[in-house]
T-cell receptor, first 113, second 115 residues
Framework: GNSVTQMEGPVTLSEEAFLTINCTYT??????LFWYVQYPGEGLQLLLK?????DKGSNKGFEATYRKETTSFHLEKGSVQVSDSAVYFC????????????FGKGTKLSVKP | ETGVTQSPTHLIKTRGQQVTLRCSSQ?????VSWYQQALGQGPQFIFQ???????GRGNFPPRFSGLQFPNYSSELNVNALELDDSALYLC??????????????FGEGSRLTVL
């Protein structure tokens, strides 16, 4: 099938803690993979992406590596800040279409000072 | 640069009614995609419009329809509303349709409640 599974939230961390949000996908072929973030009161925005195996996407201190062998794209950040509190969505594209993304259910992250 | 704007932001309808949601794409973007996001779920792809034609559709019934206008803005129409149609409807714009790795730019959504 074609799906994206990400760890359930909510996740609550203290400032400067290490963050991992797990994401796995199913696909025939090699989709492009994305992490989108939704800050409170804002629309979804692209955080990072990777288009082929072993690619590492990075942005704002967040990283994720496209792992073909484990069909995973886990999101990590070494030291979270209060401003990272948001809902994070893992996604893959479908059928080579740019506009057709399959999203996970989202993981809500709360970072406490 | 103007971002993606959607209207209305909130609306309430009753079962059986029809609704039209509107989206203005980001300046220079020629492709619009629509998503439905139920509470606590990730967005689900409804369809995509490119050059005023539907260019890909998700698993949604025909009562979900759309339009794209020459200025690339778009409408989502839902007929015969059902309670399960209550959701946040997201519009996203992008440049082009192929490649699979381009960035989608999302609006803040229209929250529809069906009573």
């Amino acid at each position: 099938g074609n799906s994206v599974t990400q760890m359930e939230g909510p996740v609550t961390l203290s400032e400067e803690a290490f963050l991992t949000i797990n994401c796995t996908y199913t696909a025939t072929g090699y989709p492009s993979l994305f992490w989108y973030v939704q800050y409170p009161g804002e629309g979804l925005q692209l955080l990072l992406k990777a288009t082929k195996a072993d690619d590492k996407g990075s942005n704002k201190g967040f990283e994720a590596t496209y792992r073909k062998e484990t069909t995973s794209f886990h999101l990590e950040k070494g030291s979270v800040q209060v401003s990272d509190s948001a809902v994070y969505f893992c996604a893959r594209n479908y059928g080579g279409s740019q506009g057709n993304l399959i999203f996970g259910k989202g993981t809500k992250l709360s970072v406490k000072p | 640069e103007t971002g993606v704007t959607q209207s209305p932001t909130h609306l309430i309808k009753t079962r059986g009614q029809q609704v039209t949601l509107r989206c203005s794409s980001q300046s220079g973007h020629n492709t619009v995609s629509w998503y439905q996001q139920a509470l606590g779920q990730g967005p689900q792809f409804i369809f995509q419009y490119y050059r005023e034609e539907e260019n890909g559709r998700g698993n949604f019934p025909p009562r979900f329809s759309g339009l794209q206008f020459p200025n690339y803005s778009s409408e989502l129409n839902v007929n015969a509303l059902e309670l399960d149609d209550s959701a946040l409807y997201l519009c996203a714009s992008s440049l082009g349709v192929q490649g699979g790795a381009g960035e989608l730019f999302f609006g803040e959504g229209s929250r529809l409640t069906v009573l």
